[in-house]
Nanobody
Framework: QVQLVESGGGLVQAGGSLRLSCAASGSIFSINAMGWYRQAPGKQRELVAGILSGGITNYADSVKGRFTISRDNAKNTVYLQMNSLRPEDTAVYYC???????????????WGQGTQVTVSS
């Protein structure tokens, strides 16, 4: 079994910063892409940022220049540093990872439970 556990959400004023972490654990053979998604009330879940195992990153236009995604492959952990936060960044943030299990040898997409980020104006 594989688990993704997120931490670091909370309430922050506009212009502030937060750092989200997501640690993968369990029967992990390898991890390919990792990423962060978010879902605001009444809206669809959207990609915020993604990172490949080699470090190549991509970002939603709305967060470019403000958010930075990184990963520690030795710790099976992905991070999202969020600076210059805006009220429109308020959402539940979910981490996502493509993981190959050493038990099944299958590559599957796993999701974290979500962490709330609220930015007040």
């Amino acid at each position: 079994q594989v688990q993704l556990v997120e931490s670091g959400g909370g309430l922050v004023q506009a212009g502030g910063s937060l750092r989200l972490s997501c640690a993968a654990s369990g029967s992990i053979f390898s991890i390919n892409a990792m990423g962060w998604y978010r879902q605001a009330p009444g809206k669809q879940r959207e990609l915020v940022a993604g990172i490949l195992s080699g470090g190549i990153t991509n970002y939603a236009d709305s967060v470019k220049g403000r958010f930075t995604i990184s990963r520690d492959n030795a710790k099976n952990t992905v991070y999202l540093q969020m600076n210059s936060l805006r009220p429109e960044d308020t959402a539940v943030y979910y981490c996502n990872a493509e993981i190959r299990s050493y038990i099944t040898s299958k590559l599957r997409t796993h999701w974290g439970q979500g962490t709330q980020v609220t930015v007040s104006s």
